[in-house]
């Protein structure tokens, strides 16, 4: 039988006098353990829901590697790439490639009979993936975008459509001006999206790459690039490296050097300002651990004095200072234990709540997010629930050696 265990039961369980100094002491504890426990699992999951959410949106837009021209770093002008069947073969037979597509883009004037406004369209073919854009559609539906042909269909953001106060099935003009020369289109508004990325919201059309093309002058093979799904991203360096191998300063049909670009370096700008959002988290972990362990500290030391005459009769019954020691830190496990029982009752719940219901809202002009996205993690809160528990256990090892200073016969004395 484990002696200091079952001495730490009984003294847990044991009710007592209710005036005891040390019970609102064990109350202030387990409530500061389950408070500090509840706030840790909550800003985990929100910033993990934070930080995937505004990844997604941004790889839903570029994929997780782009293919093009090596002249797009030196210079503005649409250089394209030549991509024929085979390459496409070759790309998609990559290690690591789950999808790929072709692209184009170019530059053109959107106008109503009371407002213009420029914008970029981009053109995507039949093979394009429209699960992101059908996640965020708001009105009508995504086009067939085709490669051979042009319906003059546009799927347009709910920003661009309110500026140019615009609705599905209106028509609007564009106006492509070239080095010597205005193309004029008529489309349709064939569906509006919102994702709150504004960067991309503000001035980013789809359409068909047959027309893009038309437009740019290119011929049916030609691009600007070529987006590419991995099918693992914690494994996308592999594949970033075999891209490198296999496609990095090699030449397409026509001669011209290709390139690829993954998406953290296309906008590092949003990837280094996710990541400063990991030392916030580090942040209020510290601080959480430590009005956990400082209210575990105090109440341990409350309840060893307000005990000094139940820790002299055990040493002068023969008990050592290391048993009736790991008596009192068994008690504080029972003690932590019960925090963190109704810390994770808590946490879990509030993250429940604002997953299912919204409850909380956010500006997604400011955050890209309307309300706060939360992503439950079970087996990062586990390794939370047990970093804590050994974290709390290990500052109380210090205090627990005021014991060995408890001498049996004064202590048997003392009231």
């Not at 930080?51 to 090596?70: C, L, P, W």
């Not at 991309?200 to 290119?218: H, P, Q």
């Not at 996710?274 to 500290?297: H, P, Q, R, S």
């Not at 810390?343 to 956010?362: A, D, E, F, H, R």
Request: charged share 20%; hydrophobic share 45%.
């Amino acid at each position: 039988m484990n002696f200091p265990l079952f001495i730490a039961r009984r003294i847990y369980n044991d009710k007592g006098d209710k005036r005891m100094v040390s019970r609102p002491a064990i109350r202030i504890a387990t409530i500061g353990v389950a408070i500090g426990l509840a706030v840790m699992i909550v800003t985990v999951c929100v910033v993990l829901g934070f930080k995937h959410t505004i990844r997604d949106k941004v790889m839903g837009f570029g994929g997780h590697i782009q293919v093009h021209n090596v002249m797009l770093f030196n210079d503005a002008d649409p250089y394209t790439i030549c991509v024929n069947d085979s390459m496409m073969n070759v790309i998609s037979n990559i290690q690591g490639v789950k999808h790929t597509e072709r692209y184009s883009m170019t530059q053109g004037l959107l106008k109503t009979d009371d407002d213009f406004l420029g914008v970029a369209f981009k053109g995507v073919g039949p093979e394009f993936n429209s699960s992101f854009l059908q996640e965020h559609l708001l009105e009508g539906e995504i086009p067939q975008f085709s490669d051979t042909a042009s319906h003059y269909q546009l799927l347009m953001s709910k920003m661009i459509a309110d500026k140019l106060q615009l609705k599905t099935n209106d028509k609007v003009f564009a106006y492509f001006i070239g080095n010597d020369d205005v193309k004029t289109r008529k489309y349709t508004v064939c569906g509006i999206y919102q994702t709150n990325m504004t960067r991309f919201d503000e001035n980013l059309c789809f359409t068909d790459i047959y027309a893009v093309n038309r437009l740019n002058g290119w011929s049916k093979e030609d691009c600007t690039g070529i987006s590419v799904m991995v099918e693992d991203l914690e494994k996308m360096k592999l594949t970033e490296d075999a891209f490198i191998n296999d496609i990095n300063r090699t030449c397409d049909p026509n001669g011209d050097m290709m390139t690829t670009q993954t998406i953290y370096e296309t906008y590092p700008q949003v990837f280094m300002w996710l990541e400063l959002l990991d030392i916030n988290v580090w942040i209020i972990l510290a601080l959480m651990v430590c009005v956990a362990g400082f209210t575990m500290i105090s109440g341990l030391l409350i309840i060893i004095l307000e005990r000094t005459q139940m820790i002299g009769i055990l040493k002068a019954l023969g008990a050592r200072n290391k048993t009736v020691r790991h008596t009192f830190l068994w008690f504080s496990v029972f003690i932590i234990g019960q925090g963190m029982l109704w810390g994770n009752i808590i946490g879990l719940g509030i993250v429940l709540i604002q997953k299912y219901t919204g409850i909380i809202s956010l500006d997604p002009q400011t955050y890209y997010v309307s309300e706060a996205p939360m992503e439950l993690n079970i087996p990062l809160i586990l390794l939370l629930d047990a970093v804590t528990l050994l974290i709390c256990i290990f500052v109380l090892i210090a205090p627990s050696f005021l014991i060995s200073h408890i001498h049996p016969a004064k202590s048997m004395r003392y009231e």
